[in-house]
C-alpha cells in the first residue's frame, strides 16, 4: 500500500518534469529564417502564383506541407518548394504567416527557413551550414525573382 501511494505521488512530478523538457526542446530546437522576403498578397493568391509558377516552370514544384496555428493567433503555412532539371536537385522549406483571413492583402513575408541541395548532399537551416549561402542565392534566382516578377499573376 505505500509502494502504491509513493507511485502515485511520483507520477505528477515526473509529468511535469517530462513537460518542461519537452518545451525546453521546442524552443531550443528553431532556428531563425535563413532570409525574409517580402509578400504582399494573401495565401489563396500565393498559391496562385505557386500554381501559376509550376505550370510555366516545369522545373518547379511545390507542396503545401503544413498549417499550424488558429483563427486567434493567425496560421502558418509551411511551402515545400522543389527545383529540379539535369543541373540540380534543390529543396526549399518556406514559412508565410498570415495574421488575417485568407483573403487579406496585410503585407508579409515569405521566410526561407531550409535549403538543400540533393546531389551535394548539403544545406540546413542555418546560414553556416554547408552550401546554405550558396543555396539562399540560388533561391533568389531560380524562384523569388519569378516570383517577385510574377507578383502579378492574380490580381
Request: glycine share 6%; proline share 3%.
Amino acid at each position: 500500500m505505500k509502494i502504491h501511494k509513493n507511485l502515485l505521488s511520483i507520477i505528477p512530478v515526473l509529468i511535469v518534469v517530462g513537460g518542461f523538457i519537452y518545451l525546453v526542446s521546442l524552443f531550443t530546437a528553431i532556428y531563425p529564417p535563413l532570409k525574409k522576403y517580402p509578400y504582399t498578397k494573401s495565401m489563396v493568391q500565393l498559391k496562385k502564383d505557386l500554381d501559376h509558377l509550376s505550370q510555366t516552370y516545369h522545373q518547379i514544384s511545390f507542396d503545401i506541407t503544413d498549417t499550424t496555428g488558429g483563427s486567434e493567433n493567425g496560421y502558418a503555412y509551411y511551402i515545400t518548394i522543389k527545383i529540379k532539371n539535369s543541373h540540380k536537385d534543390n529543396e526549399y522549406h518556406i514559412a508565410y504567416k498570415q495574421d488575417d483571413d485568407w483573403f487579406s492583402k496585410k503585407e508579409t513575408n515569405l521566410h526561407l527557413i531550409g535549403a538543400f541541395d540533393h546531389y551535394r548532399k548539403s544545406g540546413g537551416y542555418k546560414l553556416e551550414d554547408q552550401d546554405v549561402k550558396g543555396l539562399v542565392n540560388l533561391f533568389e534566382k531560380d524562384f523569388y525573382n519569378l516570383m517577385d516578377s510574377k507578383n502579378n499573376t492574380s490580381p
